[in-house]
């Protein structure tokens, strides 16, 4: 015989294992305090699916190889070479890498190979959908304050 407590807690956790078998996620929103405009991403990836067609495609990894294991620093300099050749028109080969104050969206679309699928401008905020490959793999609702709809909201009575 079972007493009330003991019968509570077996019922509470019947019901996690049944809610944790079926619970699944759509996506992670994140705040950010500044997020650029569309464009300013699509040229980006632009860039970047530029560069990947100087690449060779490695079979054994699936992934593109761009130099071989202990490559001489002549070939590290072609590449830079290359990366400055696609980026010739912006200031992102020239800019000095630090560690702090990233954009987010910029650092999943040049270190993970994300890509931003969806955009959208509310009402006081902006977002953009960054995604996976995969396409049950992860969303990343990133949202920041936008600057021009908060002007406009302070001009109407």
């Known amino acids: 015989r079972l007493s009330w407590f ?9 019901t996690m294992s049944d809610l944790t078998s ?17 464009d300013d991403y699509k040229k980006l ?12 495609f490695d079979p054994f990894s699936g992934r593109m190889r761009y130099l071989e294991p202990n490559a001489h620093e002549s070939r590290v ?6 990366w400055q050749e696609v980026c010739k028109d912006s200031t992102i080969a020239t800019t000095a890498f630090t560690s702090s104050g990233q954009d987010l ?22 977002s953009v ?17 936008s600057h021009e709809s908060s002007e406009v909201e302070h001009d109407e009575p």
């Open 105 to 126: 969206v910029e650092q999943l679309i040049v270190g993970l190979g994300w890509r931003v699928t969806a955009d959208y401008n509310g009402l006081g905020t902006r």
């Open 45 to 56: 990836e632009e860039r970047l699916n530029a560069l990947a067609h100087k690449g060779q």
């Open 77 to 82: 300099q072609e590449g830079k070479m290359a």
């Open 129 to 145: 959908l960054v995604t996976s490959a995969d396409p049950c793999g992860v969303k990343l609702c990133i949202t920041a304050a």
């Open 22 to 38: 079926s619970f699944q996620f759509h996506h992670v929103q994140v705040f950010v305090n500044d997020v650029k405009p569309l």
């Open 6 to 14: 003991a019968a509570l807690q077996q019922f509470a956790l019947a």
